[in-house]
């Protein structure tokens, strides 16, 4: 029998995992998907907003400020790239200036670093916003991280400390024993932690009826290529409205440039398909930023974010059903606020429930390998050990062949073409894997000791994929 089970391996399903690593609990991960991070966590804004915007009082407040604050030092222990670059809330209207103050003394009453510029001001250190923006709300606080990246860091540690992990693994049921529950008449765990995102109501009405409902709110976004001229430096909102913070420019820490989302609600709540969304983000982009280089797009994406009729995060024991514990409803500012939701769950809710003790020998996950941040007498001795690290297989983000075997072979290791993608980036560039999938393919299959038409592929084309990596085999 399990002490806990987590149902869901977004960024907080993996985080509240993590941190309950560092005790002698028996943990399971069950995720329905091939791979962790592949829904909401996967496809968002990638930032962590100071803080400034969430309504008063609400959990979405409290975790943001709380996150926000978490990430540096998070991020430094899982060998993660975490980034403070700041960001403007760009006004173009007398009453989005009166917002703008607004946002001011929030900022003050939330201790908020800020700053008020004048659209003079402002456009001297980014001299691509739009002509109409006359004054901006700076944010010094504001950071980039990856969020898929830090998922797989904390399970990666977890398993590292005896977390298990089940993928493809869907819940179609759940019955409540004297102790424990029954997950699929197979699973016996004495508490759940529901972290399922869009389908936490959905796992609920499994024991009773959900005391919130969970609707798929679609976000779309462009993807444009490393640039050589500096776009934006910082993080470009325009002024928040009820519908959310709006359509964004966001730099990467990978070096490319986010443009997006929209806000659409959804019925099919595992459609990510881009659609007409787009045209939306064009439009609305040109408001705060101009000279928008749409020739550099080399990608877009869709994510879908777990809004619930509450409208602030869930988190607590349910009220019905004792050691069933909601995790739900987190959306923007999710990303920012995980962390500490994932730490409060574990200390304020989860370590009441046992007698417990921290391990005594914790094991520390090691960085994945960046050939482009390493020195070159650091690469040279990586190449001279293992000539792998020597055969470039993706020619636009520059990855190696012992890059790509290094990311199967780790715990939460790679299985598809997408989660070696999402580990060390192959695929990620200019081609967007046309040259290299392939090539992925057939080194997935060569570790994993399987046929390539066995590995599951996760990309469009897959026919073609497969007659290309099936040559010179």
Sequence with gaps: MYDITIIGAGITGSLIAYYLSEYDFKVLVLEKENDVANGATGANSAMVHSGHDPKPGTLKCKYNLLGNAMY??????????YKVIGAFVAATSLEEEKKLDELVKQCIDRNVPYELLSGDEAKKLEPNLADDVS????????????????????????MLNGVELKLNYEVKSIEKKDDCFLINNDIKTKIIVNCAGVHCDDITNLLRV????????????YVLDHLNDTFVSRVIYPVPTIKGKGVLAVPTIHGNILLGPNSDYIEDKDDASTNKGLDFIKKEINKTVKNIPFNKMIHTFAGLRPHIDLNDFYIQEDDEIKNFIHVAGIESPGISAAPAIAKDVVEKILLNKFDYKKKDNYVHREAFIRMDEISDEKKDELIKN??????????CEKISKGQIIDVINRKCGATTIKGVKLRCRPGMGRCQGGFCEPE????????????????????????????KAKEDL
């Design 135 to 158: 004054k901006v709300l700076s944010l010094p606080s504001t950071g980039i991280v990856t969020p898929w990246e830090v998922t797989i860091a904390a399970l990666e540690e977890a």
């Design 386 to 395: 293992n000539p792998d690290f020597g055969k470039i297989i993706c020619r």
């Design 72 to 81: 540096p030092k998070l991020c430094e222990d899982l060998k993660v790239s």
């Design 440 to 467: 992925v393919l057939k080194i997935l299959a060569q570790q994993l000791n399987k046929d390539v038409s066995e590995i599951e592929l996760n990309v469009k084309d897959s026919k073609i994929l497969l007659a």
């Design 210 to 221: 959900s005391p919130y409902k969970t609707e798929a709110r679609k976000g779309e976004y």
